[in-house]
């Protein structure tokens, strides 16, 4: 909790801080890299802290087949993206990103050197470590991105954050870790590993082409200004979609785990989180929605605009991320990740389908799009649903529809009261406290037995 809630609130500082002084162009740039940067990372971790942590025992062996397999991947990846980097030039018609590029790549080479004593964190549960290491890092490099960025550098405080924060958490983990490598090399470990980790690498890949689509085709076809726009309004709804997300991942499989033995109950327990996720998501996504025109004006001013319209069309595609987080929950508790990393890789293949032949008609209709096919896809999920748990289509709806229901109703009321107000101060704020009042008291009228629930459960709490 702490350190979701610090990591949380201490970005949404520095990236308002950035706000306040960057152009589309700045973030654009390096939206436009993050792809290739995060493919590589990905390789070269492999999802071995993932197998690392699946073994009952892991050995100093095992620790350091997996230590030099990375830097020797990362290294290898590095010099090709170094040489690689005219080309990405090329393809985005963008000079400044030649040496950019090869800055901000040097990310996942330095983090390579760290994966090993992360898992080890990780594996002896040294949370509180973590906590602090998360801490630091993020507020040292924040604080130099956002000096650089302030003294006119622009992009490279941006990009200097990132590699920064990256060195940072490398060396603290060697800090808290107390293993230590050795030149004993034996890569057998890792090869063992290999076949599980190979999924998850796969996944990864795919969740990371799936993330950067708009990155990299508006960049390509529209140019870092297009780009750098939809980036920011992605950055917002990607914070409010974690914030619910951590709530979810947090509690759902470990929980479904535990009665998976019995089908009914475990019915009934899924059925009673995707109840609990509706009630939170839907309202603090779409009043996010609601809101994003004057907070990003109040913020960042009238040239972060364009991220306010796109940042209230992605708010709804936010509202049911969670719904979806839960039901791949659903799936590994199950013991069916193969779901997971099917439904990635054909999702990410119809959404990037979807936007090159859609680019010619512009960012709304791709965005739109992207939208629609995202909250169609919870379709999918519902049908594994039904073979894994029993869990019926009407269930499901009953379950999700009147929290969607009540909350546009609340958000149009709210929009409706507040449509005379020009101060944007006075609009944001009536805003917030129109729509959290509206829909308390619809919830609490209408007999919301998770609302109830909810407020029992914080007076008792209080109570104890």
């Known amino acids: 909790m702490v350190n979701n809630g610090t990591t949380q609130l201490l970005n949404a500082l520095f990236a308002i801080l950035y706000l306040r002084r960057l152009m589309p162009e700045d973030y654009g740039k390096i939206a436009m890299l993050m792809v290739f940067a995060n493919i590589a990372s990905a390789l ?3 999802g071995f802290t993932a197998a690392l942590c699946n073994l009952k025992s892991p050995t100093h062996r095992d620790y350091n087949a997996v230590f030099w397999f990375n830097i020797g991947v990362s290294a290898l990846l590095y010099i090709v993206l170094f040489l690689g980097a005219p080309l990405i ?5 963008n000079p400044q990103l030649l040496w950019l590029s090869r800055f901000l790549f040097l990310g996942f080479l330095i983090s390579s050197f760290g994966t090993v004593q992360r898992a080890y964190l990780f594996i002896h549960l040294m949370n509180k470590q973590t906590a602090i290491i998360a801490v630091v890092a993020l507020l040292v490099s924040g604080t130099v991105g956002v000096t650089m960025v302030y003294s006119g550098l622009a992009y490279w405080g941006l990009a200097t954050q990132n590699v920064l924060f990256i060195l940072i958490v490398a060396l603290m983990n060697w800090y808290y870790s107390p293993w230590r490598p050795s030149l004993d090399i034996d890569l057998r470990p890792a090869w063992r590993m290999f076949g599980f980790s190979s999924k998850l690498l796969l996944q990864n890949l795919f969740n990371n082409l799936n993330a950067h689509a708009f990155g990299v085709l508006l960049g ?3 140019g870092d200004h297009a780009a750098g726009v939809y980036s920011n309004a992605r950055n917002w709804d990607d914070k409010g979609i974690n914030t619910i997300n951590g709530m979810v991942t947090g509690v759902a499989q470990p929980v479904l785990s535990r009665v998976r033995d019995d089908q009914g109950r475990y019915r009934n327990v899924f059925r009673k989180m995707l109840r609990f996720v509706s009630f939170v998501s839907f309202p603090a996504m779409l009043g996010l929605g ?18 306010a319209t796109l940042l209230s069309m992605l708010a709804l595609y936010g509202a049911f991320f969670p719904i979806t987080t839960l039901y791949s929950n659903m799936t590994i508790s199950q013991g069916r990740s193969d779901i997971n990393l099917w439904t990635t890789v054909v999702l990410c293949l119809l959404v990037w389908a979807g936007l090159i032949v859609l680019h010619p008609y512009g960012l709304r209709p791709m965005v739109i799009f992207f939208i629609a096919l995202n909250i169609a896809w919870l379709g999918v999920w519902q049908w594994f649903a039904r073979r894994l748990i029993g869990l019926r289509l009407v269930d499901a709806l009953r379950d999700v529809v009147p929290f969607l229901l009540f909350t546009l109703l609340v958000m149009g009321l709210t929009w409706w009261l507040t449509r ?3 101060n944007l101060w006075l609009l944001l704020i009536s805003k917030i406290l129109i729509a959290a009042t509206l829909y308390a008291g619809i919830m609490w009228l209408s007999g919301a037995k998770i609302m109830r629930e909810s407020v029992q459960y914080i007076l008792h709490k209080k109570n104890d």
């Open 420 to 422: 005379s107000i020009t």
């Open 220 to 222: 390509r076809f529209y």
């Open 89 to 93: 030039v090329v393809f985005y018609h």
């Open 44 to 46: 070269q971790e492999s």
């Open 290 to 307: 609601l809101v994003a025109r004057e907070f990003l004006l109040l913020v960042g001013g009238e040239r972060w605009l364009e991220s």
